[in-house]
Nanobody, 122 residues
C-alpha cells in the first residue's frame, strides 16, 4: 500500500502557474504508475495526466496538453504537476493517484490522495 499527500494548491489568476506535489510513502514509489485527476464542483472526476513507473512515458488530457507537465522523482518519492497558463476552467480539486498498472486511469483500483484545491480567478 502507498499513502499519498498532495500539496501546492491555491488561488491564482488566469494565466498564472502552480506546481502541485504529491509525496508518497509506503511501498517503493517506483512500483507505481502515478497520475493526476481533478474534480470541479458538480462534475465527475476527470483524468488530467499520468506517468509510467520509470517516468519514461506520459499522457495528458486534451484539455491540459501543452499547458501541464507531469514529472516524477523516484528518489524523492514525489510526483509533480506543473500547471502553466491556468484558466478558470482548471478550477477543481486535484487528486494524486497511484496504480500498480502501467498507467493510472479512473477505472482501475487506484490509491488516492486527499486532494488539493486549485482555484483560478478571471
Amino acid at each position: 500500500q502507498v499513502q499519498l499527500v498532495e500539496s501546492g494548491g491555491g488561488l491564482v489568476q488566469a494565466g498564472g502557474s502552480l506546481r502541485l506535489s504529491c509525496a508518497a510513502s509506503g511501498r517503493p514509489f517506483s512500483s507505481y504508475s502515478m497520475g493526476w485527476f481533478r474534480q470541479a464542483p458538480g462534475k465527475e472526476r476527470e483524468f488530467v495526466a499520468t506517468i509510467t513507473r520509470s517516468g519514461g512515458t506520459t499522457y495528458y488530457a486534451d484539455s491540459v496538453k501543452g499547458r501541464f507537465t507531469i514529472t516524477r522523482d523516484n528518489g524523492k518519492g514525489t510526483v509533480y504537476l506543473q500547471m502553466n497558463t491556468l484558466k478558470p476552467k482548471d478550477t477543481a480539486v486535484y487528486y494524486c493517484a497511484a496504480s500498480t498498472a502501467p498507467t493510472v486511469t479512473l477505472d482501475r483500483n487506484n490509491y488516492w490522495g486527499q486532494g488539493t484545491q486549485v482555484t483560478v480567478s478571471s
